[in-house]
């Protein structure tokens, strides 16, 4: 039988359910709705082996979004200064947000042509990553994205599949605050890796402003 599934919804004072998203499978997919890329189109969910008969385990329906702008649960999380420069800033202040934390765990997770968005963080656990196609959005300056695979590694080598690393394929977009950089083919892996993309050294502490690679 396949892990539980678990989801935790926090709602604020106007009832939208957004604060906290815990997911934990085996194995996940998330992919995007045309008419809505987030979180609530979890999808196959499934075991190894399973092919092509998949057993699904769980999915998130019906999530409500909520932006900066809407929701007096989501201002009151930010100190005032950082709240007048995202009311001041389009870009963050209607952000769609899935949740003020995306917390997702699994032996892998593939994000195809997913969108989430965060206040502060997003945070993904498995032995072997793989974004593709996607979109990552942490609204605070001082957020992160933080990816945890076995080997704690990048695969350096855009377009490839390697175990226990996180890979990259298709094209990818990534923003915390004000910061935003793609990864769509070699040169921006490149350019991304050691700079917006920090490989953790095994006991450190995640970085700030960066999408971050750690050892589980």
Known sequence: MPLPVIFKFISDTSGSKFNEVI???????????????A?????????????PALALAGAVENLTKAS???????????GSTELAEIMNDPQR???QLDAGQVDLAARKITFDNAS???????TARANTIL?????MTVVQNSGMINMYVSSGLVNQNYGTMVDGRVNFAGLNTFTIG??????GNQTQLNSAYGTNLIEIPNGGTPQAGKVNVLKL
């Open 93 to 95: 202040r209607d952000v």
């Open 131 to 135: 974004i593709q196609n996607s979109f």
């Open 23 to 37: 997911g934990e499978m085996d194995q996940v997919k998330i992919r995007s709705e045309r008419a809505s890329r």
């Open 68 to 78: 900066v702008a809407a929701s007096t649960s989501l201002q009151a999380k930010l």
């Open 178 to 183: 004000n910061n935003s950089f793609a990864i």
């Open 39 to 51: 979180i609530k189109s979890l999808a196959s969910i499934f075991r190894d082996g399973q092919d």
């Open 116 to 122: 989430v968005a965060a206040l502060n963080s997003i």
